[in-house]
T-cell receptor, first 113, second 111 residues
Framework: DSGVTQTPKHLITATGQRVTLRCSPR?????VYWYQQSLDQGLQFLIQ???????AKGNILERFSAQQFPDLHSELNLSSLELGDSALYFCASSVGVRADTIYFGEGSWLTVV | SQQGEEDPQALSIQEGENATMNCSYK?????LQWYRQNSGRGLVHLILIRSNEREKHSGRLRVTLDTSKKSSSLLITASRAADTASYFCATDAGRNNDMRFGAGTRLTVKP
């Protein structure tokens, strides 16, 4: 158990819909990262937050947004969902803004039908 | 975009044999890490090697880093069936620690 909690574990939704994925980082970790893993794209970095502020942005679509709240949990919002958004979404956390190790949650499986 | 590329994409060996996986990357790095992922599960950190280090050991794992060739290798000695998983290299290439992962090597260890 990494200490990173993600909910929901599985989610099935229709195209055009909007979903929110939630992440609680390890106790004491200030950075939260979101990754998308799909068969054809591999593990893609989406975005990083540190202590409530956006720190780095990767291949995150405009239809996607994220935020980190004062209690340090984070949410990834996915809207106008398309079939191609079906993937495993990981949240990870680390202590600082630059950390040697990041700890992954078990992921949220999103299936868009 | 991905920073690292693992090679081979898939590797199948017998229990007890050694497994070697390679990673190449494109830009200068601060450190390089290897992670393991069991099917459909979260990634687990295995080992980190800094840019000023050339070799590092952790149990049955041995990692080398050649910054001149922008490459790293992960050696798992005396493999076990439980080592069956995907292995990813990740690089901390930017000032913001936005860690980028390769596509992974799928290792199968046959009992």
């Amino acid at each position: 158990d990494s200490g990173v909690t993600q909910t929901p574990k599985h989610l099935i939704t229709a195209t055009g819909q909007r979903v929110t994925l939630r992440c609680s980082p390890r106790s004491g970790d200030l950075s939260v990262y979101w990754y998308q893993q799909s068969l054809d794209q591999g593990l893609q970095f989406l975005i990083q937050y540190y202590n409530g502020e956006e720190r780095a942005k990767g291949n995150i679509l405009e239809r996607f947004s994220a935020q980190q709240f004062p209690d340090l949990h984070s949410e990834l919002n996915l809207s106008s969902l398309e079939l191609g958004d079906s993937a495993l979404y990981f949240c990870a956390s680390s202590v600082g803004v630059r950390a040697d190790t990041i700890y992954f949650g078990e992921g949220s499986w999103l299936t868009v039908v | 975009s991905q920073q690292g590329e693992e090679d081979p994409q898939a590797l199948s060996i017998q229990e007890g044999e050694n497994a070697t996986m390679n990673c190449s990357y494109k830009t200068s790095i601060n450190n390089l890490q290897w992670y393991r992922q069991n099917s459909g599960r979260g990634l687990v950190h295995l080992i980190l090697i800094r840019s000023n280090e050339r070799e590092k050991h952790s149990g049955r794992l041995r990692v080398t880093l050649d910054t001149s060739k922008k490459s790293s290798s992960l050696l798992i000695t005396a493999s076990r069936a439980a080592d069956t998983a995907s292995y990813f290299c990740a690089t901390d290439a930017g000032r913001n620690n936005d860690m980028r992962f390769g596509a992974g090597t799928r290792l199968t260890v046959k009992p």
